[in-house]
């Protein structure tokens, strides 16, 4: 299948302090990729829809100053985590869908995941 | 709009038995549901979906799902269980772009 990447696997940061994080489509190209956050002992929560050559589309309660979205090319999406506080630690995962016939139809591929702590 | 529920937060079964883990959703059109499974400190990785077609749905690793239409469920199930099977299963449903998670089953298969 289809392979997706995520740099860096794991990042410890000072509370203040921004931190970007790559997804990464290797053998396709994906439009639209999406980011998710996952807390301890929960499911995924989506974030944020981001969109090759346009803005990104947040889910409510997401804050978009906060957590700032680019979709540079066709196989990268970043997720930069700006002014980062404790609470904002968590395991964030993206995921690209492989095009085929309807977005809904469409086999999700994952990311690794990056753990961020904020201390 | 669509939701899924995963009834059951554990799940455990001997290796060699039959496995099922539960999925129940709620859409307002047609279906198209996923399952996935998440290893220790790993991504999310695809199993199998269900868009149209037979109710029995054949995936990754000898996972399979049953589509019921009647009882909104898509269970995950496998004849045999490995310990290496243990991991935490998400069922998803899908509309558009928007991807619903259930809550995910912890699986452990026991030697």
């Known amino acids: 299948g289809a392979v997706v990447s995520q740099h860096p696997s794991r990042v410890i940061c000072k509370s203040g302090t921004s931190v970007k994080i790559e997804c990464r489509s290797l053998d396709f190209q994906a439009t639209t990729m999406f980011w998710y956050r996952q807390f301890p002992k929960q499911s995924l929560m989506l974030m944020a829809t981001s969109n090759e050559g346009s803005k990104a589309t947040y889910e409510q309660g997401v804050e978009k100053d906060k957590f700032l979205i680019n979709h540079a090319s066709l196989t990268l999406s970043t997720l930069t985590v700006t002014s980062a506080h404790p609470e904002d630690s968590s395991f964030y995962i993206c995921?690209?869908?492989?095009?085929?016939?309807?977005?809904?139809?469409?086999?999700?591929?994952f990311g690794p995941g990056t753990r961020l702590t904020v201390l | 709009a669509q939701s899924v529920a995963q009834p059951e937060d554990q799940v455990n079964v001997a290796e060699g038995n039959p496995l099922t883990v539960k999925c129940t959703y709620s859409?307002?059109?047609?279906?198209?549901l996923f399952w996935y499974v998440q290893y220790p400190n790993r991504g999310l990785q695809f199993l199998l979906k269900y868009i149209t077609g037979d109710n029995l749905v054949k995936g990754s690793y000898g996972f399979e799902a049953e589509f019921n239409k009647s009882q909104t469920s898509f269970h995950l199930k496998k004849p045999s269980a490995l310990v290496s099977d243990s991991a935490l299963y998400f069922c998803a449903v899908r509309d558009g772009n928007d991807m619903r998670f259930g809550a995910g089953t912890r699986l452990t298969v026991k030697p």
């Open positions: 995921s690209a869908p492989q095009a085929g016939t309807r977005p809904s139809t469409d086999t999700q591929y």
């Open positions: 859409v307002s059109g047609n279906p198209y």
